[in-house]
């Protein structure tokens, strides 16, 4: 799932996934940039693209993160500090908000799933013959985004910390997740905007992200970006 978006589901529906924080192949701002890129920029396109093809009261789902929140206690404890958005072009360039992360990867990963969660607010706006829907899927520790890490933190996650998953608040497992999202994706009875924890309860994105004048900001200038890059490789 990793790196990928997958826009083909059932009833002409779209679900949209994402990539891990880091990456070890890269030096920081390319990783940085390559988060970016798959996480925001590539489902942004993808979905813009359908947008004209797809029926009326299609779900477009988004595979958000609570990490976009700096008030989310769990994600700060983990070393996260919220959505570091500068603008489109900015976050292309692997340039974040200073006050950030520590640790490499996490501010890029952060403002992607910001953009995500912005991207689902603004065009619940503008497209209302669709239903755009974000999910938080909760901290799978039985997938492969790991792959990264040390082999003995993936033995840790995958042997230790999954079984445990199905009884520690926020966390979920891939079964689990995937049974989410599918409810989601194929409902007829979601609203426009809606935003679901990993239970499938409604929640609330960051303060950031719920000003609509950020989202729409979020939206346009990624607009302007993608146009600017098509225009300089032709």
Partial sequence: MAGASQPHCPGGHQQLTDSSPAGRRHHRQSADTDTFTTNHLGPFTLTESLIPHLPDGANVVFTCSAVEDPQRKPAVTAGFRGGRYISAEASARGEWQPGGSSKPGYDAYAT????????????????????????????????????????????????????????????STPKRAARMITKVLTSESHQSGAYYDENGKPMLGSVQVRDAEFSDRVVAETRALLAKVSDETL
């Fill in 112 to 171: 992607s799933k910001q953009c995500n969660l912005a991207t689902v607010l603004a065009l619940a706006r503008e497209v209302p013959r669709l239903r755009f829907i974000g999910v938080e899927p909760g901290f799978n520790p039985g997938t492969g985004l790991g792959r990264d890490a040390s082999p003995a933190l993936q033995f840790l996650a995958k042997y230790v910390l999954a079984p445990l998953a199905p009884m520690v608040k926020y966390w």
